[in-house]
């Protein structure tokens, strides 16, 4: 039986793009059951209605009241029994319950805990990573819990640097590493291979 799985997005919906490719072309032991929005107007969105998967945009805003936006998130993944949770440029900070500790995955674009935490996203990352003059970035899958970007880390790679970057060549050579990394995090949790013991991940 395929991993019920449900993608939480905030924008352009690439990330969810690429498992849905990954899953037409059978490369994913998974099935996406319900992609969710933090907002009406993200493009994700429009991808996954597109492939016919079930799509909601939030009634209430995170900023507004998060504790609403956070049970309204929550009602939906559990009437779609979704088994694990992943968040594809998802830009809000969950609550998460008990039940679903170490079922939701995250995907960042550097090797935490560098350049991560609170209103670190997307193309923020990889200016802060060129600002700083770092020779290597990479690719974080993790667990998430409470806080931004600390959960057990599952999978992390680099990526070098190179003097002619842009933040976007950069984000295109990250981007490129983030689309089999996140495929192989579903695959290996699918699987069971997944252990978590603390704050350490083991592959089986
Ligand atoms: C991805 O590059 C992902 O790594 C990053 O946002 C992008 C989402 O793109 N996530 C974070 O920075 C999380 N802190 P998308 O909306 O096109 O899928």
């Not at 059978?26 to 059951?33: P, Q, R, W």
């Not at 670190?120 to 200016?127: A, L, N, S, T």
């Not at 640097?161 to 579903?186: G, H, I, N, S, W």
């Not at 949790?189 to 252990?195: D, E, H, I, M, S």
Request: glycine share 6%; with cysteine; proline share 4%.
């Amino acid at each position: 039986m395929a991993l019920k799985i449900a993608v939480l997005l905030s924008g352009n919906g690439t990330t969810l793009q690429n498992l849905i490719d990954k899953q037409a072309a059978g490369m994913l032991d998974a099935s996406i059951v319900c992609v969710i929005s933090s907002r009406p107007d993200a493009f994700g969105l429009e991808r996954a209605r597109k492939h016919d998967i079930p799509a909601f945009a939030t009634q209430h805003k995170f900023r507004e009241n998060p504790e609403a936006f956070n049970e309204e998130i929550w009602s939906t993944i559990r009437e779609h029994k979704a088994e694990l949770v992943v968040l594809a440029g998802f830009m809000c900070l969950l609550q998460i319950p008990k039940d679903y500790t170490n079922k939701i995955i995250n995907i960042h674009p550097s090797l935490i805990p560098a350049f991560c935490g609170k209103g670190m996203y997307g193309d923020k990352v990889h200016q802060a990573v060129l600002d700083y003059g770092v020779k290597v970035t990479g690719v974080t899958v993790h667990f998430v819990d409470n806080e931004y970007d600390q959960g057990p880390i599952i999978l992390q790679e680099a990526v070098p640097v190179f003097d002619a970057d842009t933040p976007e060549l950069l984000a295109e050579r990250v981007q490129a590493k983030e689309r089999e990394m996140y495929m192989r995090a579903v695959q290996l949790f699918a699987k069971g291979r997944v252990q978590v013991d603390g704050r350490k991940v083991k592959i089986t």
